[in-house]
T-cell receptor, first 111, second 112 residues
Framework: GENVEQHPSTLSVQEGDSAVIKCTYS??????FPWYKQELGKRPQLIID?????GEKKDQRIAVTLNKTAKHFSLHITETQPEDSAVYFC??????????FGTGTSLTVIP | DTAVSQTPKYLVTQMGNDKSIKCEQN?????MYWYKQDSKKFLKIMFS???????INETVPNRFSPKSPDKAHLNLHINSLELGDSAVYFC???????????FGPGTRLTVL
């Protein structure tokens, strides 16, 4: 089955700096890659997603890039704010019936 | 914010008991899921249901049984609870196919 690896496991940045989280996947048939943000004690919430026919997608301060050849995708957060502090999960899916999640990155934005 | 709801929010029980967690979605989605998030925050899919048919069962012990009375509900029944079952269980739903998942608020299960 699919194997998704996520790095780093923890990340601290100064407010206003950029943060980058990277994920790799093993199954070249994966075609949907969502990113979720989970605040402490809350549910995971989708922040951005990308499909395999697109190389990059941006939504305000958040962007995701996908390299299908290398089988990796990354989350980029610019101009970080304290409210960006949370655990971020990447995931990969082939059919929509099975989602494989990364192990999470705990992001801390230092004011 | 009540698009996907779960009850109860907290569940504390003794080893060996049987318990159920209920999930309802009012989004009209075709696919529903159950996830387990352990103490290390790992999110692992347990089941997915599409139009009341179980599609994937990720090597979950048969003590866990999903039950879907209709497209809007996917309940999780757990028999003979064990200490290792302690976790947060999330229900989620998505439109059919590869698409965004919407998670419920989670149920924190503690087995004593």
């Amino acid at each position: 089955g699919e194997n998704v690896e996520q790095h780093p496991s923890t990340l601290s940045v100064q407010e206003g700096d950029s943060a980058v989280i990277k994920c790799t996947y093993s199954d070249s048939a994966s075609n949907y890659f969502p990113w979720y943000k989970q605040e402490l004690g809350k549910r995971p919430q989708l922040i951005i997603d990308i499909r395999s026919n697109v190389g990059e997608k941006k939504d305000q301060r958040i962007a995701v890039t996908l390299n299908k050849t290398a089988k990796h995708f990354s989350l980029h957060i610019t101009e970080t704010q304290p409210e960006d502090s949370a655990v971020y999960f990447c995931a990969a899916s082939i059919t929509g019936n099975q989602f494989y999640f990364g192990t999470g990155t705990s992001l801390t934005v230092i004011p | 914010d009540t698009a996907v709801s779960q009850t109860p929010k907290y569940l504390v029980t003794q080893m060996g008991n049987d318990k159920s967690i209920k999930c309802e979605q009012n989004l009209g989605h075709d696919t529903m899921y159950w996830y387990k998030q352990d103490s290390k925050k790992f999110l692992k899919i347990m089941f997915s249901y599409n139009n009341k048919e179980l599609i994937i069962n990720e090597t979950v012990p048969n003590r866990f049984s999903p039950k879907s009375p209709d497209k809007a509900h996917l309940n999780l029944h757990i028999n003979s609870l064990e200490l290792g079952d302690s976790a947060v269980y999330f229900c989620a739903s998505s439109p059919s196919g590869v698409d965004t998942q919407y998670f419920g608020p989670g149920t924190r299960l503690t087995v004593l």
